[in-house]
């Protein structure tokens, strides 16, 4: 994290002196060498995500602030909320702005991804407080004030050294977000939950699924970009078992399966048609192994038992779909509810 931080704030001064606008010199910062700067500092955080996603699903506030500094610094405070309580209790349904649909293409869902996901983070932030007994304007508002910090951050930026710095922070951050946001594509593309009945929240989304499973998320073994990533590849473990620590995620060889690792993934994304011609064909071979393995009960002896799809250190087990025997934090034991602060977002869900 502080890694992160500092790189910032270290190529900024650095982009503000090469540009004269530190020290008073000639301006020697072309904007070819400001765009790679940006990008670089960018794809590094992007890559970086992958820590800040593990820590805002771990069960300490200690962790989880840590993440929220390099969200300050990456003008990208809402992902958090969003991710927690929006992508994890609508994973694999239309409803999810971060769930790519099967033939929408990266370059169209990145756009919307951004703005559906951010709407509604506000919308579950301001159920947040009212389950509190407070309205959005309080201070404990988690999106609102922080964008404030992030926006001095920004013009603390420009200030001190320059516009130029101020685009390489503004360069940085939107690449941070593309690249998360980008993983999420691949993540889910194509895979759908059943929807169960026509009831909907109070946003009027369809809200009554199947619970997220093992075939809701594509899987891969990859090792290189698994140590790079925190092991985020395993992702159907993750969905079903949120608290899980990363060092102990499982794979198993019948989820959904890339061909490749996420870097092969994310290059082969910028080609829509290329994607489709490799994912579309397992796409449809996932959804009909998943049939076959709920209608031979296949389903329940391949994946082991437990579920909990939402996991904060507000609310650790049993926020939305829970079944005990999820083993969050090792040795097979379901981590400790009676430390959970009350009054989380969603209602649990039992099965």
């Keep these: 994290m502080w890694v992160y931080v500092a790189t910032v704030l270290a190529v900024a001064y650095y982009v503000g002196l090469e540009s004269g606008y530190v020290g008073g010199g000639p301006d020697k910062m072309s904007w070819l060498a400001l765009i790679g700067l940006g990008t670089s500092a960018g794809i590094a955080s992007g890559f970086g995500i992958g820590c800040i996603h593990e820590l805002i699903h771990r069960p300490t506030f200690t962790e989880l602030y840590h993440a929220r500094v390099v969200l300050l610094f990456s003008n990208y405070n809402y992902f958090w909320v969003e991710h927690v309580w929006g992508h994890h209790k609508r994973v694999a349904t239309d409803?999810?702005?971060?769930?790519s649909a099967l033939n929408e293409?990266?370059?169209?869902?990145?756009?919307?991804?951004?703005?559906?996901?951010?709407?509604?983070?506000?919308?579950?932030?301001?159920?947040?407080?009212?389950?509190?007994?407070?309205?959005?304007?309080?201070?404990?508002?988690?999106?609102l004030y922080p964008y404030l910090a992030s926006f001095a951050i920004d013009y603390a930026i420009y200030s001190y050294w320059g516009p130029k710095a101020l685009a390489f922070q503004i360069i940085q951050s939107i690449w941070t977000a593309f690249l998360t946001d980008q993983a999420n594509y691949i993540e889910h593309y194509g895979l759908r939950r059943k929807r169960l009945s026509d009831s909907t929240d109070e946003w009027g989304w369809y809200n009554d699924y199947e619970r997220p499973g093992w075939m809701h998320a594509w899987n891969t073994g990859?090792?290189?970009?698994?140590?790079?990533?925190?092991?985020?590849?395993?992702?159907?473990?993750?969905h079903v078992n949120a608290g899980r620590p990363y060092q102990i995620l499982r794979?198993?060889?019948?989820?959904?399966?890339?061909?490749?690792?996420?870097?092969?993934?994310?290059?082969?994304?910028?080609?829509?048609?290329?994607?489709?011609?490799?994912?579309?064909?397992?796409?449809?071979?996932?959804?009909?192994?998943?049939?076959?393995?709920l209608k031979d009960g296949s389903y329940e002896k391949i994946f082991p038992?437990?579920?909990?799809?939402?996991?904060?250190?507000?609310?650790?087990?049993?926020?939305?779909?829970?079944?005990?025997?999820?083993?969050?934090?090792?040795?097979?034991?379901?981590?400790?509810?009676?430390?959970?602060?009350?009054?989380?977002?969603?209602?649990?869900?039992?099965?």
Aim: glycine fraction near 8%; charged fraction near 20%; proline fraction near 6%.
């Design 251 to 293: 794979t198993f060889k019948e989820s959904p399966t890339y061909p490749t690792g996420y870097a092969g993934m994310f290059v082969l994304s910028w080609f829509p048609p290329l994607f489709y011609a490799v994912m579309n064909p397992l796409v449809k071979k996932a959804h009909e192994d998943y049939a076959r393995q």
């Design 95 to 99: 409803e999810d702005p971060a769930s």
């Design 105 to 143: 293409p990266l370059w169209t869902f990145i756009p919307k991804c951004w703005y559906y996901s951010a709407l509604s983070a506000w919308r579950l932030e301001t159920k947040f407080l009212e389950n509190r007994g407070m309205g959005w304007y309080n201070i404990n508002n988690r999106i």
């Design 305 to 351: 038992k437990g579920a909990n799809n939402i996991s904060t250190v507000y609310k650790k087990t049993g926020e939305d779909f829970f079944e005990a025997g999820s083993s969050e934090y090792g040795g097979g034991v379901d981590s400790n509810t009676t430390t959970d602060i009350a009054a989380g977002v969603w209602h649990k869900k039992t099965n």
């Design 222 to 238: 990859d090792r290189i970009s698994n140590w790079i990533l925190f092991k985020i590849e395993r992702h159907p473990d993750h």
